[in-house]
């Protein structure tokens, strides 16, 4: 354990005021006060607009692939996917590397030296998509040559313009919901949204619409919106060349540990949709997306609270251990009975769902969609354990643990995939994410538990 985490824990032993208020806040008859206090906190407002913005990005990304599922092929639709996989793992990157030290590190610096900080990583944010443009540029060059499936090529080219400006988007995002400036994100996303879907609707209409123009209509939505933000919060920055280095150093030295943990969880996620394009075809990716999608109806609720969970267990982790153990159990109960809401509505539903959602050709995965939904009941439940696991400065355990998740995908998924297809890949997911996430639990209530169960009386 840090040595934060054990002052905390220690400074939580004395006199035992720390469970004694804990029990004191249970009692029946402050239930009335406490309940009042929750619907009108400032916790709740800032909860509220996290959702909405959550919301506003989760729709958004649902009615993109509800659009192209129903303008274009499974075969355009699963390519779509697979150039989404490859967004989604550069910004895991950008995320460990830049926003998970930021939200961890921002509260703790004031006025000129949390601009000077702020200044810091945004310039890390650029050289890192100039990294990503060099990569993508690398393979799309390779592709033009005949190596590799081709029918990515106009993908990984509409990327190599698009993937800066995604990744400044999610920047603003992620540096608001760290400053707790949640209108702020707000305004971004829905700005950014309101243009992405009016294009492809455009597009829809006119009969251009495929994969690789998505990713152009997309790039120009953020684009828009993430210069847009620069300006408008502009005075939040203040650049020191001396400090970027240093800066990144100290972020790596927390965001190494995150990267390597949140690459392993993300390809073990991510590494299915090319396994099935690889054994199966880009048309049955296609059917993989669909579900993927109709599984993300659940993403408002659970991302949503997710955005204000971080900032606010790195908040709580800052005055003890105690308040860390409670938000994290709190938010544990919670979302384990949203997610497990939802897949049993899935179980009814599902789908019925996919039919209305997708089309008829999508029609006979009901059981796919509800083993996918118990894999990301698995997954979210284990989430406050993860961010705790951060604040408590232990990444490490939290990369080593999602290495198992990666080891299942990787050996009994890759099986899974090659005999089962789609719904082999919902089981190896089911795998991985129930055993990472038994074993984090574990862990992290370990490290925490009170000083009591160590024969402290």
């Not at 220690?10 to 004191?24: C, L, M, P, R």
């Not at 943990?261 to 390809?267: E, P, V």
Request: charged share 10%; with cysteine; aromatic share 12%.
């Amino acid at each position: 354990m840090s040595e934060n985490a054990q002052k905390g824990m220690n400074s939580n032993v004395k006199a035992g005021t720390v469970y004694k208020s804990d029990t004191a806040a249970l009692h029946p008859f402050r239930w009335k006060r406490v309940f009042n206090d929750i619907l009108s906190g400032p916790t709740t407002r800032m909860g509220m607009l996290s959702l909405a913005d959550q919301a506003i990005v989760s729709a958004t990304n649902f009615l993109t692939g509800v659009i192209i599922g129903r303008a274009c092929s499974k075969e355009e639709l699963g390519l779509y996917m697979l150039g989404f996989s490859i967004v989604l793992i550069v910004m895991t990157l950008q995320n460990s590397i830049i926003s998970a030290p930021y939200t961890i590190y921002s509260p703790r610096l004031k006025n000129s030296d949390h601009a000077k900080y702020t200044g810091s990583t945004l310039i890390h944010l650029l050289a890192l998509s100039a990294i990503g443009i060099l990569a993508l540029g690398t393979a799309g060059t390779i592709l033009s040559f005949g190596v590799g499936p081709q029918n990515l090529t106009p993908i990984i080219w509409a990327l190599v313009v698009a993937i800066t400006f995604i990744l400044l988007r999610e920047y603003g995002r992620r540096i608001s919901f760290a400053n707790l400036q949640f209108k702020t994100a707000l305004v971004l996303d829905l700005f950014s949204s309101v243009v992405q879907i009016v294009g492809l609707l455009l597009l829809y209409y006119f009969g251009y619409l495929s994969a690789s123009r998505a990713f152009w209509v997309i790039a120009t939505a953020c684009s828009i919106a993430a210069i847009g933000w620069i300006i408008w919060r502009r005075k939040v920055f203040i650049f020191r060349v001396k400090l970027i280095i240093p800066d990144f150093w100290r972020n790596w030295s927390f965001g190494k540990w995150v990267f390597a943990g949140n690459m392993a969880i993300m390809l073990s996620v991510q590494l299915y949709p090319w396994l099935i394009n690889g054994y199966h075809g880009t048309a049955v990716t296609g059917v993989f997306a669909a579900c993927w999608g109709v599984i993300a109806l659940s993403n408002p609720l659970v991302v949503g609270i997710e955005n204000i969970l971080g900032p606010k267990i790195a908040h709580a982790s800052a005055l003890s251990v105690s308040k860390l153990r409670k938000i994290v159990h709190k938010t544990t109960i919670f979302l384990s009975v949203a997610t497990g809401l939802f897949s049993l509505l899935i179980l009814i539903f599902g789908n019925e769902l996919i039919v209305k959602i997708y089309g008829k050709q999508y029609a006979g995965n009901g059981v796919f969609l509800f083993v996918l939904s118990l894999s990301i009941l698995a997954l979210t439940t284990a989430s406050p354990a993860a961010y705790g696991l951060w604040a408590l400065e232990r990444s490490d355990i939290n990369c080593k643990i999602n290495l198992l998740a990666l080891c299942v995908t990787l050996t009994i998924g890759l099986w899974f995939v090659k005999f089962f297809g789609p719904l082999g890949a919902a089981f190896g997911l089911l795998l991985g994410n129930t055993s990472a996430s038994a074993v984090r639990f574990m862990i992290f209530y370990r490290l925490i538990r009170p000083p009591s169960t160590h024969g402290i009386n």
